[in-house]
Every structure is written in C-alpha cells, then in structure tokens.
C-alpha cells in the first residue's frame, strides 16, 4: 500500500512515515545520511534501499 492510500484511510502516521522515507530533505539534512543515501537533495529516488549493506542507498 503507498502513502495516498495510507493518508486516504485514515492512518497518516504511516503516510508521513512513508513520505519521510522518500523525501529527499531528510536525506540531506544529516551529512551521515547523506553519504549513505549518495544522492542529489533535490532529487526524489524511485526507492532508498532497506537492505544491507545499501541501506539507505537512493536508487531508481
């Protein structure tokens, strides 16, 4: 299920959890997160990969 269907059935705690993990500002916002994610900031991935040892990895 993605985060509009989340948000449109009420449970916008998992929507925003889900939104946060695709936004590309909290990936900037710590220099630690950002050399795990290897992306531009202003850039939003297809995926942030959850597995090691990409965790964290934006891909497409």
Do not use: C
């Not at 939104?19 to 916002?29: D, E, S, T, Y």
Request: proline share 7%; net charge negative; aromatic share 12%.
């Amino acid at each position: 299920m993605g985060g509009l269907a989340y948000a449109e059935s009420g449970d916008g705690d998992r929507a925003g959890r889900l939104f946060n993990m695709l936004n590309p500002i909290a990936h900037a916002a710590i220099p630690t997160a950002l050399q795990k994610y290897k992306k531009e900031p202003y850039v939003v991935t297809a995926d942030v990969y959850g597995a090691e040892p990409y965790t964290g990895l934006g891909g497409w």
